[in-house]
């Protein structure tokens, strides 16, 4: 289960947002082996794709470089989809190379009638996909 709280569960939600029609992408780290979200880090989608996110190498060896300074590892990794349902294509899947970290889909199409966006979270270890449930709280 991933708990995260409503502030950076809004945060993530406001950067699909402003990101669209391009996919956004970003990390939410937390200190290592605590499995909590707490430090929202949105990514410039390098591809400046809506069907596709790629982080920028250089920004994303900085972010490793400063999250082991702060002893701190990506709790979750996030990307929105525009115009398809939150769950992972084969090219997430492929990407999906931390074990550890929550993969969480916001899509900012309305692909269920449930409204303008959906907010779904995987495992995603060696290929396979698991969904899991989601509690978002006030605080930790």
Known sequence: MLTITQALFDQIVAHA???HPDEACGVVAGPVGTGR???FIPM????RSPTF????????LKLYR???DRDEEP????HSHT???AYPSRTDISYANEPGAHYVLVSTADTDGAGPFQFRSYRIVEGEVEE????VVEAY
């Open 53 to 60: 996110y790629e982080f920028d190498s250089g920004d994303l």
């Open 66 to 68: 400063e999250m082991d």
């Open 37 to 39: 979200p707490e430090r």
């Open 44 to 47: 410039l989608n390098a591809a």
């Open 83 to 85: 115009a398809t349902e």
């Open 132 to 135: 899991e449930e989601i509690k």
């Open 75 to 78: 709790v979750v990794i996030y």
């Open 17 to 19: 947002r402003q990101d």
